[in-house]
């Protein structure tokens, strides 16, 4: 070998024509020697070998899976809503990836993980047609359930993180959405707070079923609900707390909060601690997912706690099926009530 032919496999990626040509065979030689076959003698096979070590030669195994139908990726897709601005970074979503990312390493897949414009979501059939992945997983429905119809109806392997709704043609893993909502309001309730606002924009699907539970739990308690009380909170932080503070400055009657995700539950707290008042002496809280933060706030905050430990096995399994041209049907996880110092030592009024 020269040394212009060294310079030149030194300075520009090695390809498989490369190790054909300087080991005197085929690229098909090449192929099969470097994936193990034993049509080629293995003399010949461990000589290829040692020479693409040698040039630092590496199969490009996506490229091949592609070739061989042996896709091993999975699409996990958090859909960007311009409305709700909801980031990457929110503590839920990083729950929901570490739950996908051990259910996927289990399962022996690898994850590619991607945002689209929740207002196109048609981008994530691309990532499947084009065959990048062999299936997509995807957090959250927003306002979008025609879109996912029509992905379902295109045969698209395809899970949904969120709530079942009538008329769904594809498969979803979520909470007990209502039933959740039905118990942080009666848990409210119990520690005497008849005026309990509620935080969240109900025109997402799983924040809709949460303030139905609300209802449901004031209506049996035969409680009145006042749409002063409802704030239309998006779970972006920086608009809700501008939402917040004018709920507060409106100084309407509230004893209590119900709040559809913790986040939201603690940026309350923090604007109230500001304004000198506690909780939970002068207003008990309750947020919703149970994420990492919920223990450590001040106080630690009650909340309702989903499954997210379980879920990336549950929407893994499902997937599964329907690349296998399975029908799951759609998953409802439970959920518990953790109850914790923003809602104890409540002074009753």
Not at 317 to 322: G, W
Request: hydrophobic share 40%; with cysteine.
């Amino acid at each position: 070998m020269t040394g212009t032919t060294t310079s030149k496999i030194d300075t520009k990626r090695t390809q498989m024509a490369d190790i054909a040509r300087l080991a005197g065979v085929s690229t098909a030689t090449v192929s099969r020697a470097l994936n193990g076959s034993v049509l080629i003698k293995q003399e010949t096979r461990e000589r290829i070998q040692e020479l693409a070590r040698s040039l630092n030669y590496a199969i490009n195994f996506s490229a091949k899976n592609l070739r061989s139908g042996d896709n091993r990726t999975i699409g996990v897709v958090i859909p960007y809503d311009i409305n709700t601005r909801q980031h990457i970074s929110d503590p839920f979503f990083l729950g929901m990836l570490g739950s996908l990312a051990d259910a996927l390493t289990d399962q022996g897949y690898d994850l590619l993980l991607s945002r689209v414009d929740a207002q196109h979501l048609d981008e994530v059939a691309k990532l499947y047609e084009t065959g990048r992945v062999k299936g997509i997983i995807l957090i959250g429905q927003w306002r979008h359930h025609d879109q996912l119809n029509e992905l379902a109806m295109r045969r698209i392997p395809l899970v949904v993180w969120g709530a079942q709704l009538p008329g769904q043609m594809y498969c979803s893993v979520g909470s007990d959405n209502r039933m959740g909502g039905q118990m942080a309001t009666e848990h409210l309730i119990q520690k005497g707070c008849k005026r309990i606002a509620f935080f969240g924009d109900v025109n997402l699907p799983e924040v809709a079923q949460r303030y139905e539970g609300y209802v449901l739990a004031h209506h049996h308690a035969k409680l009145p609900l006042e749409e002063a009380l409802r704030v239309a909170t998006p779970f972006a932080s920086d608009l809700a707390q501008k939402m917040m503070i004018e709920f507060l400055d409106q100084t309407i009657l509230f004893d209590a909060v119900f709040a559809a995700s913790d986040l939201l539950a603690i940026s309350i707290m923090g604007l109230l601690a500001a304004r000198g008042l506690d909780v939970p002496r002068d207003y008990c809280v309750v947020g919703y997912d149970d994420v990492d933060a919920a223990s450590h706030c001040h106080p630690p905050l009650t909340t309702i706690r989903q499954s997210v430990d379980v879920a990336g096995t549950q929407m893994v399994d499902c997937l599964e099926q329907l690349i296998a041209g399975g029908r799951p049907e759609s998953r409802v996880l439970k959920i518990a009530l953790t109850e914790r110092q923003s809602t104890r030592q409540r002074k009753f009024r």
